[in-house]
Each structure stands twice: as structure tokens, then as C-alpha cells.
């Protein structure tokens, strides 16, 4: 599949990242970055959106590069480093419950797009996978949240309250993120596991259609191979009207 229409929004969303990036390590002492672990960003990030390209030279660079999943794969760290910059977690009180559940779907989303194209799964597997995955990575960071923003600062006293309602907000954006995967896959025809298997059971039912054809044309020649002895033992008027009768009625010329 050709995504390169994707490409310039991808290396956009690239640059932006390694901008902003760029911007907390040059002023790391402006309060929207102070206490926000900016250098474990900084280091982590980059690793985490060139994941996609990663994997796709591991594999062999068979197929098209998928700037699609790329871009999905890039926009939730983006959405993070600028919500920093522009100091949206310390002024919006529901913005951060807000990225749990957009970054999460968008994750997932990139997850259930590059399972859907290996194929293999049908719609609602491929739900219930992203599901997983997005409970599993949004159990992930929590730990690593929590490690690191929560375990020196005030806000260990709110922390379980938090971590159960980030919880539910990631696990909810990922299984958002799995139906919007699960519909576009059934609205397409099912895997395409399943659409082989009707084109095998279509062939199989033509194998049998043309195997009782065969029969059919077996027990005709049979009858007029009865006729024929029947009609040289003496009874040649009985067996050969019926001989001709299963002829007629076969359509077997003789």
C-alpha cells in the first residue's frame, strides 16, 4: 500500500518534535519545563518515533515505508513536548486526562493498522488487540510515571487517584482506536484470511459439483452398457428402449 501522501505531515510532525526538543534543553529552567523530566524525553523520543523505521528495516524493506503508522506512531509525543512548550499542563486542568486518551488511541490506532495489513485477524481480534496493547503500554507508563514525577513531589498523596483515572482513560482511547480498526476491516470484507477461505470453500463446492457430474455420467454408461448385454442375451427390446431412455435423459451420445 502507497502512503506516501503522508510523508510530508510525518516529517513534519519530526521536525516539530526535535524543535521543541531542543527548545527544553536550551531553557530547561523555564518553570513549564522544570520538574516535567525533560531530559528522560529528550532521550527517550527520538528512540520511540523512529520505532516505526526501525522495524521496517529489520524486516527487509519488502513493502512501502508506512508514513500513515508513522505519523500516528509520532503525533502522541508530539502532542506531550507541546503541551509542555506551551505550558497547556499546568493551565488546563483537563488537558492531561485529555492526552491519556488521545495519545492512547493514536498508539493503537498505529498498532491496529500495521496488524490489519499482515493480516491474519479478523475485525473484532484485531479490537481486542488493540485493547491489550493499550492497556498494557498505558500500565507501562504509569510505572514509569510514577518513578519518575511522583515519587520526591506532593503529588505521591493523589497518586493512586490519578494513576487509576489515567488508567481508564488510556485503556479507553485504545479501545476506541480498536473499534475504528475493527470497523474499517469489516466494512473492507473481513481478513484476508477469511475471503480465502470463501474463495476455498467456493472451489471446493465447484470440486464437488463436477465430481457428481462425473458419478452422474458413470452410472449413464453403465445402464448402456446393461442395455447392450441385455439386448445381445436375447432381450433386445427391453434393454434397448431402455438403454435409450437414460441416453435421452443424459444428454450421452453413443
Given at each position: 500500500m502507497n502512503t506516501s501522501r503522508w510523508l510530508p505531515a510525518a516529517l513534519?510532525?519530526?521536525?516539530?518534535?526535535?524543535?521543541l526538543l531542543a527548545?527544553?534543553?536550551a531553557f530547561p529552567e523555564w518553570d513549564r519545563f522544570a520538574d516535567k523530566a525533560m531530559g528522560v524525553?529528550?532521550?527517550a523520543y527520538p528512540a520511540a518515533v523512529m520505532l516505526v523505521t526501525l522495524i521496517w528495516a529489520l524486516r527487509g524493506r519488502a513493502k512501502a515505508f508506512p508514513w500513515d503508522i508513522d505519523l500516528l506512531v509520532t503525533a502522541p509525543f508530539l502532542i506531550d513536548v507541546a503541551g509542555n512548550a506551551a505550558d497547556l499542563?499546568?493551565?488546563i486542568g483537563w488537558f492531561d486526562d485529555a492526552c491519556h486518551f488521545t495519545n492512547w488511541a493514536l498508539l493503537c490506532a498505529a498498532a491496529g493498522l500495521a496488524l490489519r495489513r499482515r493480516g491474519g485477524l479478523s475485525g473484532w481480534t484485531l479490537?481486542?488487540?488493540?485493547?491489550?496493547?493499550?492497556?498494557i503500554t498505558a500500565i507501562v507508563w504509569e510505572f514509569i510515571e510514577y518513578g519518575v514525577f511522583i515519587l520526591d513531589t506532593p503529588e505521591a498523596v493523589t497518586a493512586y487517584r490519578d494513576t487509576v483515572g489515567d488508567l481508564m482513560l488510556g485503556l479507553s482511547g485504545a479501545v476506541v482506536a480498536g473499534l475504528a480498526v475493527a470497523a474499517a476491516t469489516l466494512r473492507r470484507g473481513g481478513s484476508v484470511d477469511e475471503r480465502l477461505d470463501a474463495v476455498r470453500g467456493d472451489l471446493l463446492d465447484e470440486g464437488r459439483r463436477a465430481g457428481d457430474a462425473d458419478a452422474g455420467q458413470d452410472v449413464v454408461r453403465a445402464d448402456v452398457a446393461a442395455s447392450r448385454a441385455l439386448r445381445a442375451e436375447g432381450d433386445a427390446p427391453?434393454?434397448?428402449?431402455?438403454g435409450q431412455q437414460v441416453?435421452?435423459?443424459?444428454?450421452?451420445?453413443?
Open positions: 513534519l510532525a519530526k521536525a516539530a518534535l526535535a524543535a527548545l527544553a534543553v524525553r529528550v532521550a499542563y499546568d493551565t479490537a481486542l488487540t488493540c485493547a491489550g496493547i493499550g492497556a427391453g434393454g434397448e428402449d431402455h441416453v435421452q435423459g443424459s444428454g450421452v451420445r453413443q
